[in-house]
């Protein structure tokens, strides 16, 4: 068996042996995606509670990353306008402080699980 034959069978669609099978595993290692916090949030609901649109969409990849992307932006937004509003602002008592801080983060997830992960 030649790799390079293998490897153009596999390419056009063609029947392949469980010997060309093997060598073609060993050949093309398979691509591990990583996702963030959100795309892997995302990707769990969309297998247990939606798997009919999980299995149609074209780029699973590309879109669990868009939700990463836009999951971290909408969180900079929010952080930043929630930091000016008097009830979070700093008081200079630290667990005060850390309650607020802890509050913010709480809204803030809600917020992006809601709009952004569970669609």
Known sequence: ????????KAEAGEGLTVEEVKLYQSIVKPVKHVYGKYGTFAK????????AR??????VPEY???????ADEMWDVMYEKLSRDP??????????DVRRENAIKQLIEEEILNEIVYV
């Open 87 to 96: 009830r979070y602002k700093r008081t200079g008592n630290y667990l005060e």
């Open 64 to 70: 669990l990353h868009g939700i990463d992307k836009a």
């Open 1 to 8: 068996m030649n790799r390079d034959e293998v490897l153009r």
């Open 44 to 51: 769990k609901y969309l297998e247990e509670h939606n798997p």
């Open 54 to 59: 999980y299995w149609t969409l074209i780029n």
